[in-house]
């Protein structure tokens, strides 16, 4: 079992910048990978980056270049830095934990995004 308590997120004009952060409870991190997900109006949650415990990440396309996923696992962290924001960059994210071991998906509560057109 595994808590995420999410903390960040806001409102920001086009081409700021925002840092979500999660922190994880529970579970051996080592064997979970981290994620950010998001929920736009009108499309089903999807993907955003992830990041294992070696350190490999990935991002969809829509955000390479402009986002950037850390993770400290020490502390059970991870971190979500959006820069150059768009208006389409509006929605729900969630962090998650992936437990590879087992296939269950653990999520935070969700923090909103606005970035107003």
């Known amino acids: 079992q595994v808590e995420l308590v999410e903390s960040g997120g806001g409102s920001v004009q086009p081409g700021g910048s925002l840092r979500l952060s999660c922190a994880a409870y529970?579970?051996?991190?080592?064997?979970?990978?981290m994620g950010w997900y998001r929920q736009t109006p009108g499309n089903e949650r999807e993907a955003v980056a992830r990041?294992?415990?070696?350190?490999?990440?990935s991002y969809a396309d829509s955000v390479k270049g402009r986002f950037t996923i850390s993770r400290d696992n020490a502390k059970s962290t991870v971190s979500l830095q959006m820069n150059s924001l768009k208006p389409e960059d509006t929605g729900v994210y969630y962090c998650?934990?992936?437990?590879?071991?087992?296939?269950?998906?653990?999520w935070g509560q969700g923090t909103q995004v606005t970035v107003p057109s």
């Open positions: 998650n934990a992936h437990d590879f071991t087992t296939g269950n998906d653990f």
């Open positions: 529970g579970n051996n991190f080592a064997h979970i990978v």
């Open positions: 990041a294992t415990s070696g350190g490999s990440t």
